[in-house]
C-alpha cells in the first residue's frame, strides 16, 4: 500500500452505510475519481464535502480494490466568500454537478485540475458582478475539453443569442462579467451550452441544480 499527497474538488458524494461516503473528486494525480471516507464525525464533518470545497487528502492507493480509502482530510480554502453568499453557493452547486455529470469517472484531462482551482478562488474573492460566472464557466470548460464553441459549430445550439456568445467568447473575464443580461436570457444561455456539450460529449445531462439558478438570477 502507498499512501499519496494530493489536492481534491469535491464534485459529488454518495453515502455508504452509516458512517462512509463516496466522494467524487478531481484532483491533478487522479483526475475524475472517486475515493472512500470511513468514519465521519466531527473530525471530518458534513462541511468539509459542499460542492466545490478543496481539500488537502491523503490517499491509500490499494492494489486490491480500485476505490482507495481517503484520509487526513483537511480544507485548504475557507471559501468564506462562497460559502456566505446564497448565490455563490447556487453557483457551485450547478458547476459541481455539470463536472461531476460531463467529466467521466477515471477521465484525466490536462489541466482541469488546475483551471477549476483556479476559477473557484476567482468566485470566492469576488464582491459583486458574479451573475455571469456561470456562462463564462461554461464557454471555458468547452475549450478545456477540446471543443471549440465559436462559429458555425455552436451556432446550431445559439438560437438568436449567437451574438452574445461571440461577446463573452471574446470578451476578457473582467468584460464578461459585466455584459448586461436579464435572468431569462441568461438561463436561456447556459441551456444552450449544456445542449452544446451534451452533443459533443454524447452523454445526456440534466442539470436540477439549474433550476435554483434559474429562481435567483431572474
Not at 489536492?7 to 467524487?24: C, F, P, R, W, Y
Not at 487522479?30 to 470511513?38: A, E, I, T
Not at 456566505?84 to 469517472?105: G, H
Request: glycine share 6%.
Amino acid at each position: 500500500m502507498m499512501t499519496v499527497n494530493t489536492d481534491i474538488i469535491i464534485l459529488h458524494t454518495t453515502k455508504v452505510g452509516e458512517n462512509s461516503l463516496v466522494i467524487h473528486t478531481l484532483s491533478r494525480e487522479y483526475g475524475r475519481r472517486g475515493f472512500l471516507v470511513r468514519s465521519l464525525g466531527k473530525r471530518m464533518p458534513a462541511s468539509f464535502f459542499l460542492p466545490l470545497n478543496i481539500l488537502e487528502a491523503n490517499v491509500n492507493e490499494n492494489s486490491r480494490s480500485n476505490l482507495y480509502p481517503v484520509r487526513d482530510l483537511t480544507p485548504k480554502y475557507p471559501l468564506t466568500g462562497i460559502r456566505n453568499s446564497i448565490f455563490k453557493n447556487a453557483i457551485t452547486m450547478f458547476i459541481s454537478e455539470v463536472l461531476y455529470r460531463i467529466i467521466k469517472d477515471g477521465t484525466d484531462e490536462q489541466g482541469l485540475f488546475g483551471w477549476c482551482e483556479k476559477e473557484i478562488l476567482i468566485l470566492d474573492g469576488m464582491e459583486s458582478g458574479f451573475s455571469n460566472f456561470h456562462i463564462r464557466f461554461l464557454l471555458e470548460l468547452c475549450i478545456i475539453l477540446g471543443f471549440s464553441p465559436e462559429g458555425d459549430d455552436i451556432a446550431p445550439f445559439a438560437g438568436g443569442r449567437m451574438d452574445i456568445m461571440d461577446r463573452f467568447l471574446k470578451s476578457s473575464f473582467e468584460e464578461a462579467m459585466l455584459v448586461p443580461l436579464s435572468g431569462q436570457v441568461r438561463n436561456e444561455i447556459a441551456e444552450d451550452l449544456l445542449k452544446y456539450i451534451e452533443f459533443h460529449t454524447e452523454s445526456s445531462v440534466s442539470i436540477r441544480s439549474l433550476q435554483v439558478l434559474r429562481e435567483l438570477f431572474r
